[in-house]
């Protein structure tokens, strides 16, 4: 267990504090178990990485609802009920491939940003002219 805080801790848990350098977090997490949190940004990364992913925070986060509906990340707006989803989770051995597989579905039929935004640029102004006749053209950028 490592725990990742920007605050101060209770004396008793200080030793699971994680001490690394902030740019090698994403290597915890892409190699943890479970992540569980009330840190959106890295629930969902987890869920990108393939790490399934526990969201325990009253503020709903609208880029986390697509992940959940994917079954990449589950929320809960208290603890009540996190230990059963933590039980459930562990005693799955497929667990981390199949989340890995859920990944990969929602990548291959989202749209690459990245790829949408420079045609974007390199073809402007020609390419707003294209997005405001035909919003489907971003599909091109899958």
Avoid at 90 to 97: A, C, F, I, P, Y
Wanted: glycine share 4%; with cysteine.
């Amino acid at each position: 267990i490592f725990i990742s805080s920007e605050g101060n801790l209770p004396d008793e848990f200080e030793q699971y504090r994680v001490k690394i350098p902030v740019n090698r977090m994403h290597d915890v997490l892409a190699f943890a178990h479970l992540f569980i949190g009330e840190g959106a940004t890295m629930a969902s990364e987890c869920a990108m990485l393939g790490t399934p992913a526990i969201y325990v925070n009253s503020l709903d986060v609208g880029y986390l609802k697509e992940q959940e509906k994917r079954g990449l990340i589950t929320g809960f707006r208290n603890s009540f009920n996190v230990n059963l989803k933590i039980a459930e989770w562990l005693s799955n051995e497929n667990l981390h491939s199949e989340i890995k597989a859920r990944r990969d579905i929602m990548l291959k039929e989202m749209i690459d940003p990245t790829k949408m935004l420079v045609w974007f640029i390199e073809n402007y102004p020609e390419s707003v002219k294209i997005m405001k006749e035909n919003p489907d053209y971003q599909y091109n950028f899958r």
